[in-house]
């Protein structure tokens, strides 16, 4: 039987979504790329993929303009992916524990690769500095229960932890943290062990820490959101991988935020995912099925509500205060994968299903139980845009009732 595949009214009904979504140019989205895809067996590989180019005109978008400026003209742009990196890193993560290099557990081991990890402090709760009752594991930087982070310099990641290790979600840097103890067990940039061994194996191209001065050209620009909603264009908070004089030695290989690449080329790793951990295209393997499952394994079941609880902005030109991580899943329990959200949600999708985002407004989704992923973003802040999150849930919802 032939792999199920979106119907052409559905196609045409996200077709529109997106670009809709981008008509006004000073008060919609500047840009917008979606890419869904399916695991080659129940649905086809390559579902949809759209996207609308920017432009620095004031005029109102025509519709009939967008829709000759498809993907054709706007597939080789390279988005800021932010903190969809940290996938990325919990995949090379998983890989070392796989060959027995890395152990989720072991603290010892951790604070032999990561030293200063061990000397830093907690923030009690009358804001004296405490020692930490408990020593720090892989698996606790990978579900964020450890603790200018857009400097590119590894000096500003020694910050104090506001919760003593393994006692409360707290989302935050525990991934660039990953990354260091990644490159002090293979004696490898960060960057250089994820092109080689995830990124060559799958055929990804065009996604790097440190992007070349032709990745640099294809930037599709980020923009700024008044608190009147207009758009501006503006530098990237991560700049310093962007900055031509800098040498690659004096960058730091942020595992948490620091991939700048291409869309479509990015969703080729939710595939694998769909697929047990092996490259449909390629035929090569970077994990095993039975890590992927426990990736995909809900690692808090103890905190069913972690994310229900309201998140202050800290920097308000990046992020917006929001009252929960994702309200969209009602009261149902959330999870936390190793590395990622899981959770239902009124979309369609299965109660398994992982997803996170970056701080650009990019956002992915993995449903394993449907054989179906997606990817969904814009260059935009602060987070979450409103506008781009919409997006997301439409598409997402018209993905699925696509395929019923």
Same mark, same amino acid.
């Given at each position: 039987?032939?792999?199920?595949?979106?119907?052409? #009214?559905?196609?045409?009904?996200?077709? /529109?979504?997106?670009?809709?979504?981008?008509?006004?140019?000073?008060?919609?989205? !500047?840009?917008?790329?979606?890419?869904?895809?399916?695991?080659?067996?129940? @649905?086809?590989?390559n579902?949809? #993929?759209?996207? $609308?180019?920017?432009?620095?005109?004031?005029e109102?978008?025509?519709? #009939? #303009?967008?829709?000759?400026?498809?993907?054709q003209?706007?597939?080789?742009?390279?988005?800021?992916?932010?903190?969809?990196?940290? *996938? $990325?890193?919990a995949?090379?993560?998983?890989? *070392?524990?796989?060959?027995?290099?890395?152990? *989720?557990?072991?603290? +010892?081991?951790?604070?032999?690769?990561?030293? %200063?990890?061990?000397?830093?402090?907690?923030?009690?709760?009358?804001?004296?500095?405490?020692?930490?009752?408990?020593?720090?594991?892989?698996?606790?930087?990978?579900? @964020?229960?450890?603790?200018n982070?857009?400097?590119?310099n590894?000096?500003?990641? @020694?910050q104090?932890?506001?919760?003593?290790?393994?006692?409360?979600? %707290?989302?935050?840097?525990?991934?660039d943290? $990953?990354?260091?103890?990644?490159?002090?067990?293979?004696?490898?940039?960060?960057?250089?062990?994820?092109?080689k061994?995830?990124?060559e194996?799958?055929?990804?191209?065009?996604?790097?820490?440190?992007?070349?001065?032709?990745l640099?050209?294809?930037?599709?620009?980020i923009?700024q959101?008044?608190? %009147?909603? @207009?758009?501006?264009p503006?530098?990237?908070?991560?700049n310093?991988?962007?900055?031509g +004089?800098t040498? !690659?030695?004096?960058?730091f290989n942020?595992?948490?935020?620091?991939?700048?690449?291409?869309?479509?080329?990015?969703?080729?790793i939710?595939?694998?995912? *769909?697929?047990d951990? /092996?490259?449909?295209?390629? +035929?090569?393997?970077?994990?095993?099925p039975?890590?992927?499952?426990?990736?995909?394994?809900?690692?808090?079941?103890?905190?069913?509500?972690?994310?229900?609880r309201?998140?202050?902005?800290?920097? !308000?030109?990046l992020?917006? !205060?929001?009252? %929960?991580?994702?309200?969209?899943?009602?009261?149902?329990?959330?999870?936390?994968?190793?590395?990622?959200?899981?959770?239902?949600?009124?979309?369609?999708?299965? +109660?398994?299903?992982?997803?996170?985002?970056?701080?650009?407004?990019?956002?992915w989704?993995?449903?394993r139980?449907?054989?179906?992923?997606?990817?969904?973003?814009?260059?935009?802040?602060p987070? $979450?845009?409103?506008?781009?999150?919409?997006?997301?849930m439409?598409?997402?919802?018209?993905?699925?009732?696509?395929?019923?």
């Amino acid at each position: 039987m032939a792999p199920i595949d979106l119907r052409p #009214e559905v196609i045409a009904e996200l077709r /529109k979504l997106i670009e809709t979504s981008c008509k006004e140019r000073q008060s919609d989205l !500047p840009c917008a790329e979606v890419v869904i895809v399916g695991d080659g067996s129940r @649905h086809a590989l390559n579902l949809f #993929e759209f996207s $609308v180019s920017p432009t620095t005109e004031n005029e109102p978008r025509d519709l #009939e #303009e967008i829709e000759e400026k498809t993907i054709q003209d706007s597939d080789d742009y390279v988005y800021w992916l932010a903190s969809c990196t940290k *996938l $990325v890193t919990a995949i090379a993560c998983m890989q *070392l524990v796989e060959r027995g290099q890395l152990d *989720l557990d072991d603290a +010892d081991q951790l604070a032999s690769l990561c030293p %200063e990890l061990s000397k830093i402090k907690v923030i009690g709760k009358n804001g004296d500095f405490e020692s930490q009752m408990r020593p720090i594991t892989l698996r606790m930087l990978l579900t @964020h229960r450890a603790y200018n982070e857009f400097s590119g310099n590894a000096e500003d990641f @020694h910050q104090s932890l506001v919760n003593q290790p393994g006692e409360q979600f %707290e989302y935050g840097i525990g991934l660039d943290w $990953v990354g260091m103890a990644i490159e002090g067990v293979t004696r490898q940039r960060l960057n250089e062990y994820i092109q080689k061994s995830i990124f060559e194996p799958l055929g990804v191209k065009d996604v790097s820490m440190l992007p070349s001065k032709a990745l640099r050209e294809r930037l599709v620009g980020i923009w700024q959101r008044s608190s %009147e909603g @207009h758009l501006t264009p503006r530098d990237y908070p991560l700049n310093k991988p962007l900055d031509g +004089d800098t040498t !690659p030695e004096d960058i730091f290989n942020s595992g948490g935020a620091g991939l700048f690449g291409n869309v479509k080329e990015f969703s080729k790793i939710l595939t694998v995912l *769909l697929n047990d951990g /092996k490259s449909p295209v390629t +035929d090569r393997r970077i994990l095993k099925p039975e890590t992927v499952r426990k990736m995909f394994t809900n690692q808090i079941p103890e905190q069913p509500d972690f994310a229900r609880r309201e998140l202050p902005a800290v920097k !308000p030109d990046l992020v917006y !205060p929001v009252s %929960e991580l994702y309200p969209l899943c009602g009261s149902q329990p959330q999870g936390w994968g190793l590395s990622f959200m899981i959770s239902p949600s009124i979309t369609g999708r299965c +109660d398994t299903t992982a997803q996170w985002s970056g701080l650009s407004n990019v956002f992915w989704w993995c449903d394993r139980e449907k054989g179906i992923a997606g990817i969904v973003g814009s260059q935009i802040l602060p987070f $979450v845009d409103q506008k781009t999150a919409e997006l997301w849930m439409n598409v997402e919802q018209g993905v699925y009732r696509g395929l019923s």
